[in-house]
C-alpha cells in the first residue's frame, strides 16, 4: 500500500509556495496600471497588451512544458523550479522598464519563466501522492495560488504607499521576495528527491483519468477558453476600469479589486468541498458564470460605493466559485496516458482567448468607451454559459478520487 511520505509533504510544501508566487506575479502589474499608464503614456489597447503579454508567453509555452514533462518527473521538477527563479528576475527586469516596448518584451519574459508551473504541478502531484491524499493535496497547493491571487493588489497597493507612490521599487521588492522564498523552495524540493529515483507511488495507485481523449475533455477545453477572458481581463484590469469608471483613486481600486478577489478565494474553497460533496460539477459551471453575468452588466450603470462592492463580491464569489467544479472536470476526462500533453493543452490552446481578451478588451475601450469593453466580458460568460449548459457530468464509475484538484489562472482555470 502506497503511503505518504515527509518527502511527498516537502514537495507539497515546495509548488505551494511556487503557486504562490506564480499569481503574485502573473498579476503584479494590475495594482500600479493606472499610474504606469499615466507615466508612460499609454492608450487602453497598450495596456491590454501589456496585460496579455505575460499571458501571452504561459499559453505558447505551456503545451512545450507539458509535453517534455511526460518525459519524467526530473523535467517537471526542473520546470517548476525554473518558474519561481524565472519568474522573480523578470520582475525584477519590469520595473526597469521606460517604454511600452520595453515592458512588452520584459512581461512577455516574464510569462516565459512562470510556465514551467501549471503544466507540471499537477502530474508531479498525482504521481508522489497516493490516491487517498490526493484531493488534500492539491488543495493544499491551490491555496497557494488563490492567496497570492487575492494578496497581489492588496499587496501591490501598500508597496506603493510605502515607495512614495513609485511603483518600480514596488515592482523591485516583489521580485527580491521571490529570490528570498526561492532559498527554501529549492532545499524543499531537494529533500523531496531524497531516496527515491522514479516517483513515489506505484502506477496503480495514481490518480486515474480516461483511456483516450473524450468529448468531454474538448468541450471542457472551449469552456476553458470562454470562462478565461472574463477571468483574465476582472483580474488584471478591473483596477484600470475602476479609477476611469467610478470616483476612487489608485490605491481605493487596488482594495476594491482585492475584496473582488477575496471573495473568489471563499467562492473556491466553498465550492471545492460541495462539488466533491454533492459529486456535480456542471451544476456549479452553469452557476458560476450564469449568475456572475447580471453582476458584471450592472457595473455599467453608475452604482453607488456600497453597490459597487456588493456586484464586485458577487462576481468574485460566483465567476470563482466555477474554478475547482472545472478543473475537476477536466481531470477526470484527460486521458491518463497523456497527462502532461492534455495540461499542455488547457493551459496553451484553452489559455489563448484569455491571453488576448485584455488586448480586445483595451482595442474596446479605445474605440467605444470602457462600457463596450464590459459589454464584451458579460457576452463571453453568456456564452460560457450555454456551453456548460450542454455539458454533462462524468458517470460516478469514471470519476478520480482526487476530483478536488483546482487552480489559480486561472488560468484560468486557476
Known sequence: MARTTKASYAVLAAVTMAHFLNH????ALSPFLPKIQEDLHLGYTEVGIITSAVVMAMTISHFVVGYLGDRGSRWRDAFISASVLLSAVAMILVSYS???????????FLGVGASGYHPSVFPALAEK?????????????????????????????????????????????LGLMGLVIFIPFIFLMRYSR????????????????????????????????LRGMSFRCTSLLMPV??????????????????????????????SSWLSDKLNRRVLFLVLSTGLATPALLLLNYSLSVSALILMLVVIGFFFYLGVPANTAYLTEVSPRENRGLAFGLLFSVGALPGAISPIIFGIIADSFGLSASILFLVVTTTLATLVALIM???KPTNLISGAQLFLDSPPSIE
Do not use: H
Not at 150 to 168: D, E, H, K, M
Open 98 to 108: 521606460s517604454t511600452f516596448l520595453v515592458l512588452a518584451i520584459f512581461q512577455f
Open 392 to 394: 454533462k457530468d462524468v
Open 129 to 173: 501522492f497516493p490516491r487517498r491524499d490526493l484531493s488534500k493535496a492539491t488543495g493544499v497547493q491551490a491555496m497557494g495560488g488563490l492567496i497570492g491571487m487575492a494578496a497581489i493588489p492588496f499587496l501591490g497597493v501598500s508597496l506603493y504607499v510605502i515607495f512614495n507612490n513609485q511603483w518600480r521599487p514596488s515592482l523591485i521588492a
Open 24 to 27: 503574485v506575479y502573473s498579476g
Open 194 to 225: 531524497s531516496g527515491y529515483l522514479n516517483g513515489f507511488i506505484s502506477k496503480e495507485d495514481e490518480c486515474e483519468g480516461t483511456d483516450g481523449w473524450t468529448k468531454g475533455y474538448w468541450l471542457g477545453l472551449g469552456l476553458m477558453g
Open 241 to 270: 476600469y475602476l479609477v476611469a469608471t467610478y470616483p476612487v483613486n489608485l490605491i481605493e481600486a487596488g482594495f476594491l479589486t482585492s475584496v473582488m478577489l477575496t471573495a473568489g478565494l471563499f467562492g473556491e474553497i466553498m
